[in-house]
């Protein structure tokens, strides 16, 4: 397989069609972190103005294979083999010195996180002009004129003003175009973007690679686009490099890549990515029972956080007269990006959180202003799951202790009735027993997530809260926790009340979606209708932001 | 390729996106990785040979020197060091050597007592600030920093002096000035720990508040409080020294190290070694210690 990849891999993109020698040449590439080799013998091309996508899950070695190129691996890695070649000539061979050189000036960086890439203490417009004045290619006045104009270039509507402004005041997306101008500046022939967009909401994750396609293609610059979306890929590069534990297993036009996938792995991944038209997972609705009413009411619930005295006194009003049900046996998904207040209304109906105004009812019962005794007895009724299996595990508990945590809490069982109940539900989430005596260090971030999972059901509640619960996972994981939910759904009759901001995701899992926006609910409907005729337009936008919806790999 | 989506919002602080190396044969790989992690690192060697002398010396003085530190010959007073006697003898002839072994134990117990009072009380005081906040928060912070706000050898001379002489007593005085320190690292720790997802999801299991505090919280904040211990235990070897030297410890001849070079005092001119070896001594425990507490420290990021 790997020669085949290698042939296809090698051959002159059909994106840009001449003939011309690779810009960016990698051969036989290794990294080794200590005794572990995480990068092992990985070619690859970018042809002048091309956009090659590198995809992978997490520990595929792409961001390493990235960062030996411009030569910053962290501390312990060590390119032990392979050549990189920057425009003929081999970027190691002169050393420390002579990367530095190339670094920014012909090699552009943009890097994963834009919270924390950004300098806090520096205005943005001198972080702008940082690679032109070590370069010498510009003074320093000039320096201040061209950064401006760089910001101008990547969207600002008044770059003058932003210049002049810290990182903390702007958005995400607006710091990441900042980055992505820092990387322009002293225009460089390629450049190599590490997860651009993901710590981004959709919306802003579009804005932001139109604009470095724009770029790009006005300057002809090169594009290694470094991404484990394998939607991203799909609409913006010419061509796709799949990579998995270190080798590059498949590559060539994107649309041959991920359109006729012909590796096993490729194959996997592309089954196991949500869709927006494939089939879903919801299970009928199970049949209601007689007594009817809804499980969970919530009613017109407001939250306001005071806001810093700095701030004036004032408050932000995360939740905004948001009311909703969810019935028994049912999915209800709160759908919208960061800051919408989604989380806070999964929060104040779990009573994590107490509302400002407004109520919640747990199966008929007034759970608003309940504390102390009577509202941890409710807490055996409704468990929560949360988005980080790595930070929602005590990490000196073994998995029997955690699951056993709620039994113990509540006197249900007693250690040797505990520890088979830990086994049991291990089984139900589809984990070996031997799990039982690990601690969350030894397991993936999957196997964390059942671990959670196992913990919820444990008291076998009637309403379980998902919080993004799958948002942290690689897609092929990501699709057998989706899985397991539904299944459970089915099996034990649960209500889930599930927060994500991934719409392929919802519309998998949910029988009701309800759309959030700053704070307030646009919309709630059955999967079906908010997908097939979004009424809002903020839903539709939401939508249409998806990445993967483009004619796949089309040259432009 | 319809509609292909999943945008991951913390894939950039999940700690699976860095590279985890498995290790190749775990057994010889871990092993390999252990002893360079030493080699590399001599004066850490060093500090745990030191540290483990002056342990053994105070448990089994008998292994270093066979000499009665209490018994001079009058013949050999004053002698400066050679083979016989590696330290020197004092001005009654005993052996110097055999006095700093036989020190090691009553400085060693003064010190762990010392250490034991701060890091009980202390982190006593810092859990409830901490996991109670509010009135009982501010009033425990408060006498934190009363306690801090008066230099640490004049309190604990202050303490000493109404308590009494005596080793335990010196040992109880010092401990009460390391307090403070102790409480603050621990109600830092209980404060970040309480705000973990994995607390709140103990609650959310339906946990009590004192079983997710000793349970979840306690455990999880010990780590820095312990590695402040050791950081501690250096600085308390030399303010139990310290206060042995002003006479606030052992009853004479009983061998103390801060007694040793306050009795060497009165001989500086003529027999430096008197209190130049007790004083070296007294450096390289606190120097190991501190090293290896910084070790430690590393281990625990």
Known sequence: MSREATSRAGGTSRGTGGVQPPLLAVRGLRVSYGAAEVVRGVDLTVAPGETVALVGESGSGKSTTAHAVVGLLPRGGRRTAGEVVLAGEDLAAGGERALRARRGSDIGLIPQDPYLALNPVQRVGRQVAESLLIHGLADRAGARERAVELLAQVGFDQPETRARQYPHELSGGMRQRVLIATALAAGPRLLIADEPTSALDVTVQRQVLDHLERLTRDRGTALLLITHDLGVAADRAQRTVVMSRGEVVEAGPTNEVLGGPRHPYTRRLLAAVPSLAGPRLAAPRAARTPDGGPLVVADRLVKDFPLPRSAGGRRLRAVDGVSLTVARGETFALVGESGSGKSTTARIVMRLTAPSSGTVTFDGLDATALTGEPLRRLRRRMQIVYQSPYASLDPRFTVAESIGEPLRAFRVAGRRERARRAAELLERVALPASALRRRPAELSGGQRQRVAIARALALEPDLVVCDEPVSALDVSVQAQILDLLAELQRELGLSYLFISHDLAVVRQIAHRVGVMRDGRLVETGTTERIFDEPHHAYTEELLAAIPGRRTAGQPR | ?301
């Open chain 2, 1 to 301: 390729m319809n509609g292909v989506n999943g945008v991951t919002r913390v894939a950039g602080t999940a700690p699976h996106q860095a590279p985890s190396p498995p290790a190749v044969t775990p057994e010889a790989g871990r092993l390999a990785a252990r002893l360079g992690y030493w080699l590399r690192r001599p004066g850490l060697v060093l500090s745990v040979l030191v540290v483990g002398a002056v342990l053994t010396a105070a448990i089994l003085p008998e292994l270093f020197t066979s000499r009665d530190p209490l018994t001079g010959v009058p013949a050999e007073k004053l002698r400066g060091p050679s083979a016989e006697h590696p330290f020197g003898t004092d001005q009654l002839g005993r052996d110097l050597f055999a006095r700093t072994v036989h020190g090691a134990a009553l400085s060693l117990r003064a010190t762990s007592l010392a250490v034991a009072v701060g890091l009980v009380a202390g982190s006593a005081m810092g859990l409830l600030a901490g996991a109670l906040g509010g009135r009982v928060d501010d009033v425990l912070m408060r006498c934190a920093d009363v306690l801090l706000a008066i230099p640490a050898l004049l309190l604990s001379l202050a303490i000493v002096t109404a308590l009494g002489f005596g080793t335990t007593r010196v040992a109880i005085a010092v401990g009460v000035t390391s307090v403070a320190g102790f409480a603050r690292v621990m109600r830092a720790e209980v404060l970040r720990v309480r705000g973990t997802v994995y607390v709140e999801a103990a609650h959310a299991a339906g946990a009590r508040r004192h079983s997710v505090l000793l349970r979840h919280v306690l455990p999880n904040a010990a780590g820095p409080v312990l590695v402040f211990a050791a950081v501690e235990f250096g600085a308390v070897v030399l303010a139990v020294s310290a206060l042995s030297f002003l006479g606030y410890g052992a009853e004479p001849p009983t061998p103390e190290w801060g007694s040793l070079v306050s009795e060497g005092r009165d001989y500086l001119a003529g027999a430096w070694w008197l209190t130049t070896f007790p004083g070296l001594t007294i450096a390289a425990t606190v120097l190991a210690a501190n090293r290896i507490a910084r070790a430690w420290e590393g281990e625990e990021r």
